[in-house]
């Protein structure tokens, strides 16, 4: 009976059971769409990531499941096996072959021990919010006041389109509460991923993450909405086209905090949006293929 390599990983953490766990899966080249699923369902996490190899030894495809379907990306499952592949190959740099384009992933060391991995972000995009702004305040537990007037309710993409909801301080975020029946018709209707809820205190960008309409009511920690988020923030303004640094911690209901470390790189006018962070492996082990 054949085996492939399997891995649970606390990904935005440098803390067991803390951040946002994914499956990994090494390799999937033998596994239709249909087993894949199957193993997710297994897995029984958010999302399961499997990487398929390919002739060439600096590229991977790679596709990504919740428990109930296949997704185009998922950042915190890609940090997860870019953690992986870190401590396994000691990767320095690698292209993922994605349903939304290549990503990038790179590894950092200090004396030879991997610290921190980073994805390059799909190029980001931002449009209107076509539906009602009121309908989906209320949806999620919220007054108007505890909206922040300075930023547009506007929708953003690097990898799935996210709508995102600026709040006047931590505690309102800390307290919502939505109606996850509703809140799940309302994002598949408009074919929205998630709903990403920000604010600021001195040291971060705070957020939170909600993601029924994709089997995720609501998700840890979420790399691929906080890489939408900065391009948000640089499409409107918030932040200048240049070189920085930004970390965000996100915060949710289920005690598993994160960090996630953004880098903006801008070179001849070219944008570039790394998200990364630490992670920690906390199950490794096989899974015989029938």
Known sequence: ???????????????QFKGNPAGVVLYGNDLSAEYMQKIA???NLSETVFAIKTDNSDRLVVRYFTRTQE??????????????????????????????GEVLIFGEYEENELKRVFMKQVAPQVKAF????????????????????????????????????????????EKVNPNIAKLKE????????????????????????????????????TGSSTG?????????NFLKFEN??????????LNRPGLINVKIVVEKDNLAIFVGGSAVCVLEGNLFLK
């Open 41 to 43: 369902q297994e897995i």
């Open 244 to 253: 920085q640094n930004i970390d965000v911690m996100q915060i949710n209901s």
């Open 186 to 221: 309302h994002n598949k209707y408009y074919q929205i991923s998630s709903t990403h809820l920000f604010t600021f205190t001195d040291k971060y960008i705070v957020t939170r993450n909600f993601s029924p309409a994709v089997g995720i009511d609501e998700d840890p920690v």
């Open 1 to 15: 009976m054949s085996k492939i390599n399997v891995f649970i990983v606390d990904s935005f953490t440098s803390e």
């Open 130 to 173: 076509t539906g009602n702004n009121l309908e989906l305040i209320r949806i999620l537990g919220l007054e108007e006041t505890d909206i922040d007037k300075r930023y547009p309710i506007k929708l953003a993409y690097t990898g799935n389109w996210d709508i995102f909801i600026p709040l006047i301080n931590s505690q309102i975020i």
């Open 228 to 236: 939408a988020l900065i391009g948000y923030f640089l499409f409107e």
């Open 71 to 100: 997704i185009d990306f998922c950042g915190h499952a890609t940090l997860a096996l870019a953690w992986i592949l870190g401590k396994k190959a000691k990767l320095t740099k690698l292209t993922l072959a994605t349903n939304v």
